[in-house]
C-alpha cells in the first residue's frame, strides 16, 4: 500500500514538472523579449524560425519581393536599407533568423526585429531609422504664407519673422530653429549688392568686345595698363575672421582721420605697378603717372591705357599733353557706372584684406609704407599668388538680374 502510494506520487511529481516546462515553452513563446526566458529560445531559434509559429518561407508576394530584391541590388540606395530588404529576401528563401545575421553580421534578434517592422509597415518601414526628427508644426498652407511673407517683405532679422509668426500662428521658435526652418523653405541671409542705376548693357557688351579685339591684335611691343585712384584712410578695418567662441576679439582703434592719395596703375600680364602717392588726385597727377608709365614701358611702342570716366581724366591738360610728340600712350574710357569693368579696383580690395583688415597701424607712416610696399613689391614679387583675384574676366550687369529692394 506504501509502495503504490509512493508510486503515485512520482507520477504525479513527473506531471508536475512536465506542465511546468510546457508553461515555460510557452510564456518564451508569447514573451519572446523577457530577460528570464530570452536564452532559452536563442538557443531554440533555429526550430523557431522553421515552425508554424515563427516565419514560414514564401510570405512575400510577388510583386514585394520584385520591389524588396530592387532595393537590395540597387547601387545607389542607402545601404542600411538595401541590407535590410535583403534579409527580409532571405527569410522569404526560407533562411532562418540565425543563417541571415551570420550571413549579414548580424545577430538574429536584429533580423526578427527587421521583420516584424515589415511585416507592420511594409518597405516604408525599412527605410526609417527612428531618428528623422519631427515634422515641422507648420502645415503646408502656413509654410506657403510664410514664404510669400518673407519674400515680399525681405526682413533684415530673424526677430520679425520670429514675431509674425507669433501673432498669426502663436508658435514660438527658437533662433535656431527658425533659421532651419528657413533654409529647409529655401532662403539664406544675404547682404544685397550695390547696382548703379544707369547700367546700360549694349555699352558693356561693345566695351568687352573691343577689349577683347584690342587683345587678339595686340603686338609685342605693345602692352595693357589699368589706371585708377584710391583713397586708404588710416583707421582701424574689423572683419570676420575664426576665433575661439568664449572669446571677445577686437583690434585697437586709431585715434587720426588722414587718409592716403594714390594714383596707380596694373599690367594685368606681368604684374607690374606703378603707385604714386600724391597730394590731390587731378589732371596733374594723371600727367605725372602717364610719364611714369611711359618711362616704366620705355621699349614699347604703344601703351594702352584704361580707366575711368573720373572728371581729371578728361581733363583739358591731360588732353593736351597726350597731344605732344613722342607720347605713346593711348585712352581708353570704361562706361560709366561700371567698376566691374575696372580690374584695378579688385586690386584695391586685395589691398585692403592683406594690409588694412584687422590690422592696426600707431602711425600714419607705418600705415602709407605698409600700402606702397604691397602695392609696389608685394603684387609684383607675388603675381602668380594674385593674378587669380586680379583678372579682366569681365561680363555684363544687368539691372534685370537682380530684385532691386531700394
Given amino acids: 500500500m506504501q509502495a503504490f502510494d509512493l508510486s503515485d506520487r512520482l507520477d504525479a511529481k513527473n506531471a508536475h514538472k512536465s506542465r511546468i516546462q510546457k508553461n515555460s515553452l510557452l510564456n518564451s513563446l508569447f514573451y519572446r523579449d523577457s530577460v528570464k526566458t530570452r536564452k532559452a529560445y536563442v538557443d531554440m531559434g533555429r526550430w523557431l524560425d522553421s515552425g508554424a509559429i515563427m516565419i514560414r518561407p514564401g510570405f512575400l508576394s510577388t510583386a514585394e519581393r520584385g520591389a524588396l530584391t530592387a532595393v537590395a541590388r540597387d547601387g545607389l540606395a542607402e545601404h542600411r536599407v538595401a541590407r535590410r530588404a535583403n534579409a527580409i529576401v532571405l527569410l522569404d ?56 511673407f518673407v519674400t515680399a517683405g525681405v526682413p533684415r532679422s530673424s526677430n520679425a519673422i520670429g514675431a509674425w509668426l507669433r501673432k498669426n500662428y502663436e508658435l514660438d521658435y ?40 584690342l587683345l587678339n591684335r595686340l603686338e609685342p611691343d605693345e602692352s595693357v595698363v589699368f589706371v585708377d585712384a584710391v583713397h586708404p584712410t588710416h583707421q582701424a578695418r574689423p572683419a570676420g575672421c575664426w576665433a575661439p567662441k568664449d572669446v571677445a576679439i577686437g583690434i585697437e582703434q586709431t585715434t587720426g582721420r588722414q587718409r592716403l592719395n594714390i594714383h596707380g596703375a596694373i599690367n594685368l600680364e606681368t604684374g607690374q605697378t606703378q603707385m604714386l602717392e600724391v597730394e590731390k588726385v587731378d589732371a596733374m597727377s594723371v600727367i605725372m603717372l602717364l610719364v611714369a608709365i611711359e618711362a616704366a614701358y620705355s621699349g614699347k611702342k604703344w601703351i594702352h591705357v584704361f580707366l575711368d570716366n573720373a572728371s581729371y581724366h578728361h581733363a583739358i591738360l591731360v588732353r593736351e599733353w597726350l597731344k605732344l610728340p613722342g607720347r605713346r600712350i593711348k585712352l581708353y574710357f570704361t562706361p560709366s557706372y561700371c567698376p566691374h569693368l575696372a580690374p584695378i579696383e579688385r586690386c584695391w580690395g586685395v589691398m585692403h584684406e592683406q594690409v588694412t583688415h584687422n590690422q592696426t597701424y600707431e602711425t600714419l607712416a607705418e600705415f602709407r609704407l605698409a600700402i606702397m610696399t604691397f ?5 609684383p614679387k607675388n603675381w602668380n599668388r594674385f593674378r587669380d583675384r586680379i583678372t579682366d574676366n569681365f561680363r ?10 531700394a
Fill in 375 to 379: 602695392l609696389r613689391r608685394t603684387i
Fill in 174 to 213: 527658437s533662433h535656431s530653429g527658425l533659421i532651419a526652418l528657413l533654409h529647409r523653405l529655401g532662403f539664406v541671409y544675404h547682404k544685397p549688392v550695390r547696382v548703379p542705376r544707369k547700367l546700360d548693357e549694349a555699352r558693356q557688351r561693345a566695351f568687352i568686345d573691343s577689349y577683347d579685339k
Fill in 93 to 148: 528563401d526560407g533562411w532562418n533568423c540565425d543563417e541571415v545575421a551570420s550571413a549579414l553580421l548580424l545577430d538574429d534578434d536584429t533580423v526578427r526585429a527587421w521583420f516584424r517592422v515589415y511585416e507592420g509597415q511594409g518597405l516604408a518601414g525599412l527605410s526609417e531609422f527612428g531618428h528623422e526628427g519631427s515634422s515641422c508644426p507648420l502645415t503646408h498652407e502656413q509654410q506657403t504664407a510664410l514664404r510669400a
Fill in 396 to 405: 555684363v550687369i544687368s539691372p534685370n538680374d537682380f530684385r532691386v529692394i
